[in-house]
């Protein structure tokens, strides 16, 4: 659950943050929670005014329930939809109790830069937030995971197209996520930077977001997922 | 195949002179052929009864291999197999006769899922099939005294006994049409219950038109007495217009009457799911909150029981109804419950693919566990554990971020690490790597196939 322990936050500034949730005890605790140098600039319960109030802050990050009342039943994914026009300066960072794998990857495939359970500390909240303004993707193990159940464990040939599998590197850095190292550790235990597994993640989020292939069709079906 | 009450399916055999009818019945009744070719024959000659038999035969007992292919279609629906046990008496739209496929239907769908064609003696043990079978029978046999009665009646106009053949064929054709109709009862009830599948509504739909024309018309020749046919027409015009009304003015009452029960049906199903939520809140989550609220002085405590009550809540929810439990990652993420539950400290089981338990992943279990018990207590914090397995191959990893520990400085004598972890996985033909440094220590153990293979065939 610490994907990047003990390292330092990309951006020395102030983030500006809003926080979308239905329940007002775990706002409250969430933002006691956070670091000093993340603002929350708005707070939201519903689907309609998570969209209103990111429209009105155009916040850095977005910290969003996946289970969220109001608009079509959507919830999260909603929100990301309605505020499509922001995803190029807004990040979103999904935030739930919930590791159904349905939960996770619908929202992912909305356009979430990345997911955490609600269990999580709040130093990890915080870097994970870091992460997410500074453009990159936040992998969770169980995240990772999913990934790996997915995609598949076998790397990709080089026939296949490259939306569909994931590279070998990838899919190292997958499996090491997976067992619970930080990004740093990534790096030393494959000599590569810390930059490049965050290029790695990336590119397996970007993966996880377009892929139609087949089998994570069918794998999302089985879940009842799209 | 002939011991037991289970024949085999009525079906022509490939085995034939001309269509396969007679080798097929003798295999059914399991008489010898030369019998019932002969039989066939001498029926011919008898005023060709015996060519009727068998033209009727050949039209309505399908060939073995269309019998297989229905019975591997059918079993195919995956939606409570103990009620396509009852809609399996609905064949094609069968015409006045239910023909004797029938049965080939039915034993294929109590069988259930296995989909396999060919009929097996095991199943005559199933008793719910037996029962069905038994009520077909009854209605064959019905069926048979119909004929023969007709069969008597003819014989008595040969015989030049006056029969009223005027009143007789239209009471009989209001019989066959009331029995098509009322025989369906059972079936749909219980089909239209539970199975909606519109394909087998279609062939009851026949069946009640069946019924109901040749009803109309036995009360139209009935009634109109003489047969003759303008009277006849007029007469159906007639009663269909009635009966159009009737439909129109009570088609909005009827439609009501349905959705009111439709609703009815719909709460009732919401209600008992909303009973078994509440009962299970109660035994599990209200106990949890009890609890917590009584030990809330220690922090340790009221961590280890939410993580619990958070575990148990997970797999209820989450848990995926069609997966087969008792795998090797329940088995992995039962111990890491057990392990936190001891300990208190949280484990992370994140698990990829799955492979089902043999000798050689009972040990490595316990060697995860022995590994996560290890992780939990000198690392004291979170513990991940990640496994990935597929048919061939299985790899644990436990991960802690403790002071870590050198595994040489580990005393002979301590059978922890040694002997639990590296000499269990050793055993079984597998490998345990420990990998310690100050940040923390993470457990390998992995079963290549080969190293599957040999357990098994020491054990």
């Known amino acids: 659950m610490n994907p990047s322990q003990g390292e330092p936050a990309p951006g020395n500034g102030t983030v500006r ?69 922001l995803l190029a300066t807004t990040r979103f960072l999904a935030l739930s109790v919930s590791d159904a794998a349905e939960d996770v990857v619908a929202v992912i495939r909305a356009g979430a830069r990345g997911y955490v359970t609600k269990t999580i500390s709040g130093a990890e909240i915080t870097d994970a937030v870091f992460r997410v303004a500074g453009g990159d993707a936040v992998f969770s193990p169980r995240l990772a995971g999913f990934v790996l159940d997915a995609f598949g464990t076998a790397p990709a040939d080089i026939a296949d197209d490259e939306l569909d599998k994931l590279s070998a590197r990838e899919l190292e850095v997958m499996r090491l996520i997976a067992r619970g190292y930080s990004y740093k550790e990534v790096a030393k235990e494959l000599f590569i930077s810390i930059k490049t597994v965050e290029t790695h993640v990336s590119a397996v989020l970007r993966k996880l977001q377009l892929s139609s292939r087949h089998e994570l069709t069918k794998w999302a079906a089985e879940r009842r997922l799209l | 195949m002939t011991t037991v009450p289970a024949r085999p399916p009525l079906a022509r055999s490939s085995d034939r002179v001309i269509a396969g009818v007679c080798s097929g019945l003798a295999l059914h ?7 019932i070719r002969v039989g066939m024959v001498l029926a011919a000659l008898a005023g060709g009864a015996g060519l009727v ?39 094609a739209p069968a015409g006045p006769v239910p023909a004797p496929p029938v049965q080939v239907d039915d034993a294929g769908t109590a069988q259930g899922a296995s989909g396999t064609a060919a009929p097996s003696p095991g199943r005559a043990a199933d008793p719910p099939w037996f029962r069905w079978q038994s009520m077909k029978y009854g209605k064959e046999i019905l069926l048979g005294c119909g004929l023969l009665l007709v069969a008597g009646i003819l014989i008595a106009q040969l015989l030049g006994v006056d029969v009223p053949l005027g009143t007789l064929i239209p009471a009989a054709a209001v019989l066959g049409g009331a029995s098509i109709a009322w025989m369906q009862l059972d079936e749909t009830r219980r089909a239209g219950l539970v199975d909606k599948t519109k ?22 020749v009935m009634v109109s007495g003489s047969g003759s046919w303008e009277q006849t027409w007029l007469a159906l015009l007639a009663s269909v217009a ?108 994140v698990s990829v693919g799955d492979a089902a338990m043999t000798e050689a992943h009972e040990a490595m279990v316990q060697a995860s566990r022995e590994a996560m018990l290890n992780a939990s207590r000198h690392g004291g914090g979170s513990v991940s554990v990640y496994l990935e397995a597929s048919d061939g191959q299985a790899e644990v990893f436990i991960k802690d971020r403790g002071p870590g520990f050198d595994l040489s400085e580990v005393p002979e004598d301590r059978m922890g690490v040694r002997e ?32 599957i293979d040999n357990a098994e065939g020491k054990s």
Request: negative net charge; aromatic residues 6%.
């Open chain 2, 53 to 91: 038999f068998y033209a009727w035969l050949w039209i309505m007992v399908p060939t073995a291999d269309e019998a297989a292919r229905r019975n591997a279609r059918r079993p195919a629906s995956s939606i409570a197999p103990a009620v396509s046990q009852g809609t399996g008496t609905i064949p």
């Open chain 2, 242 to 349: 009635v009966l159009g009304g009737v439909v129109l003015v009570l088609l909005p009452w009827a439609l009501k009457f349905w959705r009111d029960l439709e609703g009815e049906r719909a709460g009732r199903i919401r209600e008992t799911e909303r009973a078994e939520i509440a009962a299970h809140l109660h035994d599990s989550v209200l106990q949890t909150l009890a609890l917590i609220q009584r030990r809330a002085g220690s922090e340790h405590d009221v961590v280890r029981l939410a993580r619990a009550q958070e575990r148990e809540l997970r797999g209820w929810l989450f848990q995926d109804p069609g997966r087969e439990s008792g795998q090797f990652s329940d088995r992995i993420k039962a111990a890491a419950a057990e392990v936190e539950d001891l300990l208190g400290n949280p484990v992370e089981v």
């Open chain 2, 199 to 220: 394909a087998d509504q279609a062939g009851g739909w026949a069946r009640l038109a069946a019924g109901l024309a040749l009803v109309v018309a036995g009360v139209l």
């Open chain 1, 17 to 85: 943050v809003v926080i979308v949730d239905d329940h007002a005890i775990f706002r409250s605790g969430l933002k006691a929670d956070l670091d000093a140098s993340i603002q929350v600039v708005g707070e939201a319960a519903t689907v309609e005014q998570a969209v209103a109030v990111i429209a009105e802050q155009r916040p850095d990050v977005v910290l969003l329930d996946v289970h969220l009342p109001g608009g079509l039943g959507g919830g999260g994914r909603e929100v990301i939809a309605g505020s499509a026009a």
């Open chain 2, 420 to 451: 639990s972890i590296i000499g269990r996985m050793k055993r079984h033909g597998g490998s345990a790597t420990i990998l310690s440094t100050g940040e923390g220590t993470e457990v390998r153990l992995r079963f290549p196939a080969a190293g």
């Open chain 2, 29 to 35: 009744l399991g008489w010898p052929v030369k019998n």
